[in-house]
Nanobody, 124 residues
């Protein structure tokens, strides 16, 4: 089982980025997927969650209305579309997965597998 996050970069405030999490070694539809982020000097926090089966999606209040999580089961990818980015969104973003797990609000309650992280930097 492998996850690989990509799509980070440097963007100005108000801009957009689309993160991707490429998964391999498992059937994506059976897995809950979560996006997390960790800013310098801060603890890792949940950003968004997509329950196994992809039927439900959730977002932290800080990103609600700006971020959208989506699945492409045919390509084994999960995306996080990030619009109206703010400097406080600057962090390393990680995707995580766990089989047959639904979301606990915007948090994936169990994280068996992690991607390596991708840096997002938003300049003011």
């Amino acid at each position: 089982v492998q996850l690989q996050a990509s799509g980070g970069g440097l963007v100005q405030a108000g801009g957009s980025l689309r993160l991707s999490c490429a998964v391999s070694g498992f059937t994506l539809d059976y897995y809950g997927i979560g996006w997390f982020r960790q800013a310098p000097g801060k603890e890792r926090e949940g950003v968004s969650c997509s329950s196994n089966g992809g039927g439900s999606t959730y977002y932290a209040d800080s990103v609600k209305g700006r971020f959208t999580i989506s699945r492409d089961n045919a390509r084994n990818r999960v995306h996080l579309q990030m619009n109206s980015l703010k400097p406080e969104d600057t962090a390393v973003y990680y995707c995580a997965a766990a089989p047959f797990v639904g979301c606990n609000g915007f948090l994936l309650p169990r994280t068996d597998y992690w991607g390596q992280g991708t840096q997002v930097t938003v300049s003011s």
